[in-house]
C-alpha cells in the first residue's frame, strides 16, 4: 500500500509562499514523467485508475486533497496539504483524489512514460486484475 | 533571454480541473531538482536572484504569475498561467516571479542539484557577474 517520502517544506513568512523542494536524490526513481493537476473544484475527484507498471509519487503542493488507495482488499485514506509527505503509490494500487479546497494542485512524478495501455480504468476489470495476479 | 516550451493542458470540463503534463523527453535536461512555490499572497514577488551554472525551465500550474527576466541589459515580462508555456530560464538571467492572483502555484524544473555557491542574490553582485563574463 503506500509508502511515506519526507520533502522539505519550506514556509518563508516574510513571503509568506510555500516553498517545496524535490531533490531527484530523494526521488526513488528516475523521473521519466511529471503532470500536476490543478482540481479548481470542491468534491471533484480524479485519479480512479490503477497502473499495471507505473510507480508514482503524489505530493500536494496547494490546498488540501484526500488520497484514497485501495488494493483489491483494503482501502487507506490520507489528507494531503502543502506541508504533508510525499506518498509512493506503487503499480497495482487503485487510486483517487479528491479536491477537499478550492485551487487544490498536486504534482505527480512517475517512473514511466505515458503509456495507455499501462491504465487499469475499470474497477471490476482493476479486481479481475488482482485477483489474477495473486492465483 | 527566455525560450517558451510547449506542454498540454488538459482541461476537462466534466471534472474542473486543469491537468499538466511535462515528459521528460519533451524537457531540454536530465531532470535533477524540481520544486514548487505557492504564492499566497497577491503582489508578493519571488526569485529575485540569478544562477551561474543552473538552467530552470518554469511553469505555472495555477493561478497568474508575471516572469521578469533581465540579463542585466534588458528586461522581459511574461504573464503565465495554467495555459501558458514553460519557460526555460538560462543561467546568468536574473529571474523574478510576481504573484497576480492568490493560490498562484510554479513548477520549476532544474538541470542541477541545489548548490548555494550557484547563487547571485544581490542586483548589483549580478551586474558585476555580467560584465566580468563580457570582458
Not at 524535490?22 to 514523467?33: A, D, G, H, L, T
Not at 490503477?50 to 490546498?63: F, P, R, S, Y
Not at 497495482?92 to 494542485?105: F, H, P, R
Amino acid at each position: 500500500m503506500p509508502i511515506e517520502y519526507e520533502f522539505s517544506s519550506i514556509t518563508d513568512p516574510s513571503r509568506q509562499g510555500v516553498l517545496r523542494v524535490f531533490e531527484s536524490k530523494n526521488i526513488p526513481f528516475k523521473i521519466k514523467r511529471v503532470f500536476s493537476v490543478l482540481n479548481s473544484e470542491v468534491h471533484t475527484t480524479r485519479g480512479q485508475h490503477a497502473h499495471k507498471v507505473c510507480n508514482q509519487l503524489i505530493c500536494c503542493v496547494a490546498g488540501r486533497i484526500k488520497l484514497i488507495c485501495d488494493d483489491g482488499l483494503r482501502k487507506e485514506e490520507i489528507e494531503m496539504t502543502p506541508m504533508s509527505k510525499g506518498i509512493l503509490v506503487p503499480a497495482g494500487i487503485w487510486a483517487e483524489q479528491k479536491c477537499l479546497e478550492s485551487n487544490s494542485v498536486i504534482i505527480v512524478f512517475c517512473d514511466q512514460s505515458y503509456d495507455e495501455y499501462d491504465y487499469l480504468h475499470d474497477y471490476d476489470e482493476f479486481l479481475k486484475y488482482k485477483k489474477n495476479l495473486t492465483v
